[in-house]
């Protein structure tokens, strides 16, 4: 897992138990004999990208470490309707407790894996990478991230402390396009940080305003059309032409499965897309007893 902790993710899966089971799962502590063993399988119901695998089997093996794992499908992979992903084998309690949490976790996972790789497959014969963005579920923001990059996708800035991106708001608290830029060039030097700077125009004046300052390392063009999109990168490409630098262009803003490819044909080399982790839909799947 690419940015997870293992450490980190063993503390967020205590709180998820601990919220589930409470003081015990008392329908399966009644119902079940102690020393009762058994097998579940976890089945694919719908076509899609699978995600949440290794997090799955972590949520299974901290629960109960006898847990054993067959597993058969590996993150990443398209699966199909009927698809068995991984079988687990030991006490039924312990398997009773751990599907809700784990198939939680998996079904968003892939959910959102299965959503990122259906908008970068609509850029294919192009340059241009989907991104995420920042708006994601409060504690399962490492995770809503891993899925977008195991489904294809390529995320932007973590957190506020990876990379400065200079919204709207900054822009205007700041006095401009240029101070702010200015200003944050300057804090990187002072507080030696190495830290990318990106600056978002809401239209062709704050382009050139940001392309004088020569600081700036992307520029997002904010709620443009394609047609203002592509306008923008011809005014990008002759800056770099002229100073043989080089910035990075990304578009945001309200783009959907039918506008990202005519974003992505004006020429800018990210769309970001909220929509990959606050509008999915989970995956289908079930863990269900093997006879």
Same mark, same amino acid.
């Given at each position: 897992?690419?940015?997870?902790n293992?450490?980190?993710?063993?503390?967020?899966?205590?709180?998820?138990?601990?919220?589930?089971?409470? &003081?015990g799962?008392?329908?399966?502590?009644?119902?079940?004999?102690?020393?009762a063993e058994g097998?579940?399988?976890?089945?694919?119901?719908?076509?899609?990208?699978?995600?949440?695998?290794?997090?799955?089997?972590?949520?299974?093996?901290?629960?109960?470490?006898?847990?054993?794992?067959?597993?058969?499908?590996?993150?990443?992979?398209?699966?199909?309707?009927?698809?068995?992903?991984?079988?687990?084998?030991?006490?039924?309690?312990?398997?009773?407790?751990?599907e809700?949490?784990?198939?939680?976790?998996?079904?968003?996972?892939?959910?959102?894996?299965?959503?990122?790789?259906?908008?970068?497959?609509?850029?294919?014969?192009?340059?241009?990478?989907?991104?995420?963005?920042?708006?994601?579920?409060?504690?399962?923001?490492?995770?809503?991230k891993?899925?977008?990059?195991?489904?294809?996708?390529?995320?932007?800035?973590?957190?506020?402390?990876?990379?400065i991106?200079?919204?709207?708001?900054?822009?205007d608290?700041?006095?401009g396009?240029?101070?702010?830029?200015?200003?944050?060039?300057?804090?990187?030097?002072?507080?030696?940080k190495?830290?990318?700077?990106?600056?978002?125009?809401?239209?062709?004046?704050?382009?050139?305003?940001?392309?004088?300052?020569g600081?700036?390392?992307?520029?997002?063009? &904010?709620?443009?059309?394609?047609?203002?999109?592509k306008e923008?990168?011809?005014?990008?490409?002759?800056?770099?032409?002229?100073?043989?630098?080089?910035?990075?262009?990304?578009?945001?803003?309200?783009?959907?499965?039918e506008?990202?490819?005519?974003?992505a044909?004006s020429?800018?080399?990210?769309?970001?897309?909220?929509?990959?982790?606050?509008?999915?839909?989970?995956?289908?799947?079930?863990?269900?007893a093997?006879?």
């Amino acid at each position: 897992m690419y940015y997870i902790n293992p450490e980190q993710l063993n503390e967020q899966i205590a709180q998820w138990f601990k919220e589930d089971i409470g &003081d015990g799962d008392h329908t399966s502590l009644s119902s079940i004999p102690a020393d009762a063993e058994g097998c579940q399988q976890l089945i694919i119901k719908e076509d899609g990208i699978i995600a949440g695998v290794e997090v799955g089997e972590q949520v299974i093996r901290f629960f109960d470490p006898t847990l054993r794992i067959e597993r058969f499908i590996n993150d990443g992979s398209q699966v199909k309707k009927g698809d068995i992903v991984f079988k687990v084998y030991g006490k039924v309690r312990s398997l009773l407790q751990v599907e809700r949490t784990m198939l939680n976790i998996m079904q968003r996972m892939s959910g959102i894996a299965t959503t990122a790789h259906r908008y970068q497959k609509l850029l294919e014969g192009t340059s241009c990478r989907v991104l995420d963005t920042r708006k994601t579920t409060p504690g399962l923001r490492l995770l809503e991230k891993e899925a977008v990059r195991i489904g294809g996708g390529t995320n932007h800035r973590i957190g506020l402390y990876d990379m400065i991106l200079l919204k709207d708001n900054h822009v205007d608290f700041a006095g401009g396009t240029a101070n702010a830029i200015n200003r944050a060039y300057q804090y990187c030097i002072e507080n030696k940080k190495d830290l990318k700077i990106e600056i978002e125009v809401r239209n062709l004046d704050e382009l050139e305003q940001a392309l004088a300052t020569g600081k700036a390392d992307r520029i997002m063009f &904010d709620n443009f059309t394609p047609e203002k999109t592509k306008e923008a990168v011809k005014i990008v490409k002759q800056w770099e032409a002229q100073t043989g630098r080089y910035v990075e262009t990304e578009s945001s803003g309200g783009i959907t499965q039918e506008t990202i490819r005519d974003y992505a044909l004006s020429g800018v080399d990210f769309v970001s897309v909220g929509a990959l982790t606050h509008s999915f839909k989970s995956l289908d799947m079930s863990f269900k007893a093997v006879k």
